[in-house]
């Protein structure tokens, strides 16, 4: 076989705009694909809802890969321990209650998960703004992320959806961008965006259930996000948390479509 490179271009091209093309009017969007945006990626598109996630940067993960100061472990509780067996995650007990697994296998281990049950990943695309129709958050506006990293004007695109959930960690940056620009008030004691507090590692998992919620009409907020928006405290490096807020959210989402 010669290969040609035009063809090469071309195929990248069409099949690149076709895949772009889908994600303009879907049921869920997510922002941010850390273990909790992977995690209610799988979750929905598994359940047969249009999906997709947006990741700013190059690769998805979050701050996964890491582990913690660069080693790259992570640490889940025996709540979470079903979901990463549902991956097929290798996991390794630790002591009582805690367990192990390499952070590299669980971010490959989630991003094909969520790949495989039918959600489009598109990375290196940032959310630059909301959709806002009638108080509702009804799509997102975007820009690739090297227009922003180079600060030029260039004008944005925007989307449908019937559902955000931002999943952007402690920058929060979805609520941040419907309260500061819109001004509306969301449902928290403030109105606003709280701020995440202090590290609490096992108040701050315990939150974090109850903080992933629909915070505004058509945005959810889960991950660390969830803590944030809600002023929870912050966790660490234990990851437990953060997937279940991820099928949390998706659960919410299922039930509303469905209703």
Known sequence: MRIDETVVSRA?????????????????????????????????AKHGVKTTLYERKLSVGGGMWGGAVMMNEIVFQEQARPLFE???????????GYYTASSVECVA?????????????????????VVLHEDRVSGLVLNWTAVDIAGLHVDPIATRSKYVIDCTGHDMGVAQILSHKAGVKLVTPSGEPVGEKPMWAD???????????????????????????????????????MVLSGRRAGELILQNLKS
Do not use: W
């Open 86 to 96: 549902e991956f097929g995650i290798r996991i390794n007990p630790y002591r009582d």
């Open 12 to 44: 990248i091209i069409e099949r690149y705009m076709d895949k772009l093309l889908s994600c303009l009017d879907v049921d869920v969007e997510i922002v941010g694909g850390g273990p909790a945006g992977l995690t209610a990626a799988h979750y929905l």
């Open 203 to 241: 108040v701050g998992e315990n939150q974090l259930i109850g903080h992933t919620i629909e915070v505004y009409p058509g945005l959810f907020v889960a991950g660390m996000a969830a803590n944030a928006v809600n002023g929870g405290y912050r966790m660490g490096a234990i990851f437990g948390g």
């Open 109 to 129: 281990a989630l991003t094909l998960a969520a790949c495989q049950a039918g959600a489009n990943i598109i990375n290196l695309m940032t959310v630059e703004d």
